[in-house]
């Protein structure tokens, strides 16, 4: 690491695919996601609940429906509300609302693709799209050198990331595969790269496609990966501000 690297920002995503939230700390615990993450998802076409984890294919995601990009969420207590610029505020109870918020991702999700049709609950270990367990960590160097490549700025919310570190160098944390980090407290292992999608391609602000930022990946760094899943190895918080180490 040439210069110190720190955590700079942190998100969730309550259901899969649908609304980021912004936080300034968050506690995780050893061998966990990140809590209320992926907590929930919605089965398209005829996808049924299994109570297990289960591919991405099986559910709305922004790939297939780019409006779903734009969409962000705040959690109150039991409650969730999600908000878009083309649809009025929805407040719900992911416990037993799950046919408004249908109802409300309907207009906003392709005619051609098969439909949303119910929310269920995600297992323990979370609904991400690599079945273990982890959390997400982004660069915002690596970030910056993309936006660079394609000459325009990209929103961190496009690729729906954990945990957002600032300062290193771009893509050093693919060196970091097999390895452990300690960000403030907390020792995390990191396991593998993350292969992207046609979401990221998606404005977060309009839910337009409006970048290619695979075909930017492929042709600058020979790969489309951005980020890296890590297994979290202690209970604790985490804050903004943190200071990361690789050990």
Not at 77 to 104: F, M, N, S
Not at 152 to 169: H, S
């Amino acid at each position: 690491m040439q210069s110190p690297v720190s955590l700079a920002e942190i998100w969730r995503h309550p259901i899969k695919g649908i609304g980021a939230e912004p936080l300034e700390q968050v506690g995780l615990t050893a061998g966990a996601p990140m809590p209320l993450d992926r907590a929930w998802a919605v089965l398209t076409g005829t996808s049924q609940d299994t109570g297990a984890w289960q591919h991405c294919r099986n559910f709305a995601r922004g790939c297939f429906g780019p409006e779903l990009m734009a969409v962000t969420a705040e959690t109150q207590g039991e409650t969730l509300t999600l908000r878009h610029p083309k649809r009025e505020d929805l407040t719900i109870d992911p416990r037993q609302d799950g046919a408004r918020l249908i109802d409300w991702l309907s207009p906003l999700y392709p005619a051609e693709r098969p439909q949303p049709h119910s929310l269920i609950q995600a297992p323990a270990g979370g609904m991400a799209d690599a079945e273990t367990p982890a959390v997400s960590i982004m660069s915002l160097s690596s970030l910056q050198a993309l936006s660079e490549e394609l000459g325009q700025p990209l929103d961190v919310r496009r690729f729906r990331g954990n945990l957002w570190l600032d300062g290193g160098t771009p893509f050093e944390e693919f060196s970091w595969i097999g390895q452990t980090l300690k960000l403030g407290a907390l020792r995390l292992k990191v396991l593998d790269r993350i292969a992207r999608c046609r979401a990221t391609e998606a404005n977060p602000d309009t839910g337009e496609r409006d970048a290619d930022t695979l075909k930017a990946l492929r042709s600058q760094w020979g790969h489309t990966d951005f980020g890296i899943l890590a297994e979290v190895l202690d209970t604790g918080e985490l804050k903004r501000g943190d200071r990361l180490e690789v050990l």
